[in-house]
């Protein structure tokens, strides 16, 4: 079987792309080969570690188990798209203020599984972001540190959603 | 974040450096680098343990889209050297190898082709289509298998798959001592495989340049060593070429002579200091004579080329290694000569299961303990029987041979020892190779902590009094182990154990386990101390092996003052997630009076960055880096302030810094910054005796620091556990540490390494165990075989800070590596606590759910 | 480990798939999340030639009532199930087994079906599919079969799909309105692939009596397991522990787990003992905390 290339119209970080990739790429490949954002990082290929989680759609996944061809059409949001304008996210910035990694290999695949779950329930409790999270792999910091960062996340972003939301409130 | 912080940076948790670049996805490790016209590497490897090659085709391979060259053993070994390890054991059998399998495949997963190509996925695709035929040969797996005589040794050389077998003595004789005690015991005690498994994969780009030498851009924790071994192995000329060679070098011995010098030069303390290890040498090349001629052909390829023929070698952000990275792999040196001979980029990224194979494994050892001791527990003396399976190929630099003699060393703690007998086996199977992993000796800590436990439970003493009656007091110091490194008086093992001891209210425990066992509760607590040589005492590594120092004596850096007012700070350290750009930032910052944000730590690319082979290992970057980044810094500050009276005309002695300025102590208005004094230090000669700084550069001071008096990191680990009896499920309820690592650099970085430490100590108990069958194949290629654990395996990790007071500059000492090494101790000693009462002993540290279960005679093995 | 190559096919409705499927038979494999197949093919372990993504099939992705019977389409992901109200409400069991899939990012790729097609002896949702006696639907390009459940699983990660087929949908029986249930297993580690695990699903006479019982294990067979002797020690009997003690005798009974390096034969059929036995106990919890929340 030779290789089959194909078409493929995807929407990055807010940027539409049309390229033409191999059929057998995953979309982790792509975004790394393609278009040059290597901040999506593979730790294992197999779906175990969690590194190269992805936001496709608005929901979590791995990047290394679907297909290029699997997101034609799709929004993709890594972690290139966290920091805007120069401005940290609160995830970030409740990393550094923790320590939340010490290599941080393994960062992209947490920021975005927790971006995704604090747009889902910014109100989740620290038992389920414990168990939330153990679908991402650290060999560095007994994930302590990781864990503080993220509870810190989600209490700024509940937050700042409560304050948005009295706001509209008052606007409306 | 810094305006908090008033005065000081270090001891405090300043937030790192590294962080935004990391955080944001701009990192840049070896797999994120992509250079011109770069081809992709796979290897073909070896499915079968133990097995001649007796065939290879790789005519349709060739073909296959995409394949631009394949590389078989037979072919590397026309343009490389040997793997010849330079770091003997007396008396020890020392293969030479080369980076693909030549005649003979060693273990699965032995690299036996290297296909080059468009893209990986093009070179996999080529390696599925190498035609290989093997002729099966009995594979070695277990210990026992190595040491059965019956069985074919797997190097044909040696005499057996012992390669060295050792009985070393230390203090009086235990025979006697043995015979006379009052009591004895014997325990034998297995330690599985593991493996480090960082994120980060191994890998390398490998770029070819029209110009200059090749940059090897790798994942590597020494790049100054990573690059002199490629340089080594990498220039092996034809035969006719050698011959050609020889004849055009009839001087060729005064090459090697002014080669070596060169070297020296570079690292002067090597000189001599590596002698003990010569007569070890002499005896191996007098043995095997190709070994003389390999050894002298690398040193040929080494010192006969010009620069050019020796890469650079670039690391920046590495994944985690814990150990792994520190070992130059036989891919490493593969891609590298392939891209010099094809004259082509290059890049090879490990994928997981060859890491899970390949990539480095560690700790599997039997060790027979016996004690003898009065019956108050007071101990007389120790025998240790070792055995040790190193796998097929000796790890390079540093191998299993030197780690058996750091646990040899070690074997004592902090506890009295009259004496020590010490029998070593190492042996050769057809296992993965055996490397550094996180406290490669830290099996001493197992079985000397699981053994006191034993022996309390006999003697029908407390846990806490037989190490109470055994552990070095304050009093006691400084004194020397039996095994002969010193303990100076910040050997605080004691301390620790104390201060575990009130923390875990460990005299409430005896009633607390009672009560809960009438609930029906099965509980445990467990605790183990132990002191690690971070970065040890003057001497520790020739206490080790002798001549081993050779290569440990000091740790340099550069210190400069930047033309434009900023430091840099130039370390042959190589950061893997120990946060070094931030911390000795922390310790230059403070020492200059500048803030952190003038200061840039450097590491990584041998261009710049000072030379050392050691790179990051052993737990010195603490007390070593740190003390050379702090005595070059303060050389740095009074070249500063000598200018800077000059330019204000005041007194030197009159001058303070603080943020970045120079001043007259009170008036802070008439200052200088040290982009004045950068100014002034171009314009003006340089002082005598001083290093010429480059262009872009104002002062630059090189400084080397040979640790001072070292010392001693150390720690109690105490940990407690609930076990289900129905389904042999562990769960830890709480986690305990109370350590000692001299002054804190930032204690945010101290309790994130000793809690990633204490992680993988529980991850290797509960849930990793690399494996292999009776008949030697590889059962744990992925993620879903080698397990580790997750936010829920891992508990809540309490930490307590002790901090012996000190005169001593510069009192930071090593942490990365202890949480491993205590960790196992631990959790297995409270397993067993909670298990005692069934009458089990735990002497074996991997302990799953359906092992639980048996121990505790719930269901048959 | 990357992916061998093959040629990618989307088809837009269920009979242009089925004639791509037709025309490759044996080379090709359908994709729908591809949480189980993708790792098998970078590994090199499946390597189809040809790779039919299903996700665009209109109609697929549906989660509906017909005929008595609760129907979940071959596009349906694992977090939608879980999200849907219907599934919570007509097969609490299929509900509650859902979180117990590997993790939250799996869940938003993996599908129901894709889950019993790839017909893993040590997961759920098989056992799940078992205990309820699920209709499989699978269809060619010449028309459909319905496979019952205990048809349904031949063997270790192969289910009764041919050359040239796909399961377009499952239909679950509509749990009783008294239904408790219950998921109990052991993995290794969070998230992982069970050791063993049971599910359980008991409807119970407000007497205590129960009335009927489905349960299966996994993990413990090339199949899921069912025991008509064990179910039969429930029916008709208190919801009792001593009850639920013998039905765990009669199912283990037979059993001989093979062994891996996460645990013995011995283990594994102890260890599916203590979890029908917890089960049992877990599920009539819950029939206890509804009569109580009546009263």
Redesign the interface.
Known sequence: MTAQMLSLSLTVNGLEHVLNVESRRTLAEVLREDLQLTGTHLGCEHGVCGACTVIIDGAAARSCLVLGAQCDGSHVETVESLAADGELHPIQRAMIDHHGFQCAFCSPGFLMSIKALADDDPDMSKEQIREELSGNLCRCTGYASILAGAEAAFDVISKRNKLNSIEETKNA | ?REAIVGKLVGN?V??T???R????????V??V?VPNMAHAAFLRSPMPHAEITRIDTTAAKRS?GVIAIFTGAEIAEFTNPFVGLMPLPGMYDPTFYSLATDRVRHVGDPVALVIAES??AA??GA?LVEVNYRELEPISTIGQALDSTRAPIWPKAKSNVMVSMNQPSGPAVGPIFADADRTFTQRFVQHRQSN?????RGIVVEIRSEGPAIVHAATQSSHALKWALAMMSGRLTVPGSIKEMFKHRDRPKLFVNGAKSLMAAKPEMKGAGKPMMPTMMKQMASDPKRALDLQRSMVALLAKGQDSRPEVVAQ????A?GAKGTVGREDVAVYAAAVHLQRSIKWIE???ENLMVGGHARDENVELSMACDHDGTIRGMHVRLDMNIGAYPAFPFGGGMFSQIIRVMMPGPYRLPALQFDTRIVASNKGTYVAYRGPWAVETWVRERMLDIMARNLGISRADIRRRNMITAAELPTKMITGPALDVRMSAAVTFEKAMEVAEFDLWAARQAEARTNGKIVGMGFATFIEAAPGPPGFFDQVMPGAGSMAASEPAHVVLESDGTVSVYIQQMP????HETTFAQVAADELGVPMEQIRVRYGDTRVTPFSLFGTGGSRAGAMTGGVVTFGSRELRGRILDIAADLLEASRDDLVVTNGNVHVAGTPARSVDFAAVAAQAKRSPQPAGAVAPKTSEAIRIQSEYDGGEGGWAQSTHVCWVEIDL????VKITRYVVAEDCGELINP??V???V??????GIGAVL?E?I?YNESGQF??G????Y????????P??EIHHIETPSTIEANYRGVGEG?MIAAPAALTNAIEDALAHLGVIITEQHL???RI??LAG???? | MKMRAFEYHRPETLAEALAVLAEFGGDAKVIAGGQSLVPMMAMRLSTPDHLVDISRISGLDEIKLADGRLTIGAMVRHAAAFSNDLVATTAPLVHAALPHIGHRAIRNRGTVCGSLAHADPAAELPAVARALDAEFVVANAHGIRLIPAHEFFLGYLTADVGDGEMVTEVRFPIAAANAVVSVQEVSRRHGDFALAGCVAQLSIAPNGTIETAALALFGVDATPYRSAAAEAELVGNMSTSEVFANAATKMTADLNPAADNHGSTAYRRHLAGVLVRRALADAASKFSLTIGALA
């Open positions: 974040m948790s937030k790192r590294e962080d935004p990391l955080l944001t996805g701009t990192g840049r490790f797999d994120d992509t889209p990986r996925r996999e695709d599925e498994q960082p994120m980060e994969t952000d590495i994944g985690g814990f994928d997981r299961n893997h997630g120990q946060s129905e389904t042999g499920v945010a970085v309790e994130g390494q809690r990633g430490g204490v992680a993988q849930y165990k494996t059962q744990t992925t993620f879903m075989d397990l580790i654990p997750t936010t829920m395996e891992i809540e990790i949480g799953p759910p359906s279960l048996e719930v269901i048959t093995p």
